[in-house]
């Protein structure tokens, strides 16, 4: 199995819904909006392309459940990118240097998603198709976490979300095209091992991958309900 970026607990003292907007923060809440948007869209596409490929039992079945995915999820992996080095920039603007890596992921993602297209449905065996996108699910599912909580970061220090208690890894990337993740002093690589050709392993999509987490959007005072960006 993949190695598992994990996303931890932690208080990080955030702003609470409501407050004003930082003076030195570029951030609208339109950009915020349009970031949801894309996050929430490819989650969605992640989703049903993990639940569709694990029913597939031909090598047919398998490319017209990529083709389809690839064609939805690809726009938004460019989108996303295209988005996140604004907000990237607006992080460091308040004074979060360190959590400017929402570019860096998005380019793992387009990494990923180019080896995934070179991979998908190789062979004739459905078992080696499943693990393929399972391997690919959980991968794009972690990353996403990742992204939704750099989001409400921005959101709730701009003072259009509730604080939360959420965080997650650090990414880094390098100038071979290769990533580093570091949380707790523990860093994972992206390509490894178990992103090379022949090398993937995976349970079924679908059955053991939990569902991304709902990305909230932005709220207002009365409007915040805290606690309603789980899972639903």
């Not at 569709?52 to 690809?74: E, I, K, P, V």
């Not at 190789?122 to 996403?144: C, I, K, N, R, Y």
């Not at 709220?219 to 899972?231: L, V, Y």
Request: charged residues 10%; contains cysteine.
């Amino acid at each position: 199995m993949i190695r598992r970026i994990a996303v931890g607990v932690l208080a990080v003292g955030l702003a609470a819904c409501g407050g004003s907007v930082p003076s030195n923060s570029g951030v609208t809440e339109a950009q915020l909006v349009a970031y949801q948007s894309v996050g929430q869209g490819l989650a969605n596409a992640v989703q049903t392309y993990a639940v569709q490929a694990s029913t597939t039992t031909t090598q047919a079945g398998c490319l017209s459940a990529h083709h389809q995915y690839d064609a939805a999820a690809a726009p938004l992996v460019a989108q996303m990118y295209d988005q996140s080095h604004a907000m990237d920039q607006h992080m460091a603007e308040l004074g979060s240097h360190g959590a400017a890596d929402l570019e860096c992921v998005a380019g793992a993602m387009t990494a990923e998603l180019a080896r995934h297209r070179a991979e998908a449905c190789a062979g004739t065996d459905p078992a080696a198709h499943h693990a393929e996108a399972s391997l690919h699910a959980d991968t794009m599912v972690q990353w996403l976490e990742h992204q939704r909580v750099r989001y409400e970061d921005m959101a709730a220090m701009s003072g259009m979300m509730q604080a939360h208690t959420e965080s997650t890894f650090a990414c880094q990337a390098n100038a071979d095209g290769t990533f580093t993740f570091t949380q707790g002093g523990v860093q994972t690589h992206y390509p490894d091992p178990e992103h090379t050709a022949g090398g993937t392993t995976g349970t079924a999509p679908g059955m053991n991958h939990p569902p991304p987490t709902t990305w909230p959007p932005t709220c207002h005072d009365a409007a915040c309900n805290p606690g309603s960006h789980g899972m639903h």
